[in-house]
């Protein structure tokens, strides 16, 4: 017995020798054999470099508001999709809640258990939607008998839910909690994760609007529009569940995971739609919103509305007019964009120089002034105040709405592109 336990503790040495205790002729060379992260541009998606610029108010201060004080801020490299989400994009998220829970109601092949004992969603095996069996499973997510036009069965969308979840660094930081068990800072938050579809109406009681919300998010024809009718609750999801998506697939393959998604901070949407020009007022320059021929640069409200001079009457394909010096499109008009910032008049007086930005997790009984969140570029129903690069706005983040949109960004990992 005695000497079974020597040669294991032999054999131990000899393990922890190989691992690299004694490797490097006792010099220190770090941790060898580690795959190199090699930095890409995820699809869909722009480099923005890392730079300085003024943050604030390009123009007068018509209203005199006093919320967008100049000063001079610092942004880190990040990538940012060039167009807004599109109905099609968002529709793969929706799709994959549903394929989810379909699959786990089925069981069987569609459901694997891993080491841990863990059951996950096995997605190599095909899922069939008109297999008698599988409309069966699924009648526990289709309307009621007595819900349905003609007998048409389709699916009760307040259904779709996803279960998001994130550590939340911020709250884990501050020195109060520091003695705090992990699981205190695990958030996870329940999103219904279809739009809704019904604000074309709820935001315009006495205009005609019932096309829009039969066919808007569904139909090809919108496919290329910007989904709208998200909260921000539903643009938060969106960025976790394309965060694990995309990490999933990149551990698959042997790689190390990339940054997650998020939305923007509101001083790096400025800085992207400023496109790099120096106090422009709008992302293509200015001071002008029509350009030489005369042409309008973007979808909003000219004039006292005249909705179709710009070439569209409320939304337009996101790759509509031209994009500004980074390559993004719709950085002014179209849909207005949800960012990760809280919003407060003075946020850009107290907020840091480098990559400022003011964040504040409102909880459900908190007062309606602590849950609005940011919005910015202005949008189809807006004048053109709003389409400015300066312009601040908000909108409360439980409430969704047919003038607001989204798109992600990820940080880079590193300086800039340039020192790669």
Known sequence: MKRTTLFCLAGLSAVLSSCGLNSGNGELIGVQGRNAFKPFIPYGMVYIPSGSYHMGQSDQDIAYSQIAHNRQVTISAFYMDETEITNNEYRQ????????IVRRLIGGEHIVTDADGKENINWKVKLDYSDPAVIETMSELLFPEEERIFGKKEIDVKKLIYNAEWFDLREASDKANRDKSRTAFIKKDQVPVYPDTLCFLADFAYMMNEPMVEKYFWHPAYDEYPVVGVSWRQARAFCVWRSKMLEDYKVMQGDAPPNNFRMPTEAEWEYASRGGRIGADYPWGGPYIRNSKGCLMA???PGRGNYVDDGGLQT??????????????????????????????SANVFVHDLNPNYTYE????????LKRKTVRGGSWKDIGYFLQNGTRSYE??????????????MSYMGRSISDE
């Open 93 to 100: 998220f929706t799709r994959y809640v549903q394929d989810s």
């Open 299 to 301: 979808n909003f409200k």
């Open 316 to 345: 337009v394909k996101v790759t509509s007019y031209f994009p500004n010096d980074y390559g993004l499109y719709n950085m002014a008009g179209n849909v207005a964009e949800w960012t990760s910032t809280a919003y407060d008049e």
């Open 362 to 369: 409102a909880k459900p009984d908190d007062p309606e002034v």
């Open 396 to 409: 409360y983040q439980d409430t969704a709405k047919s003038y607001i949109g989204f798109r992600c960004v």
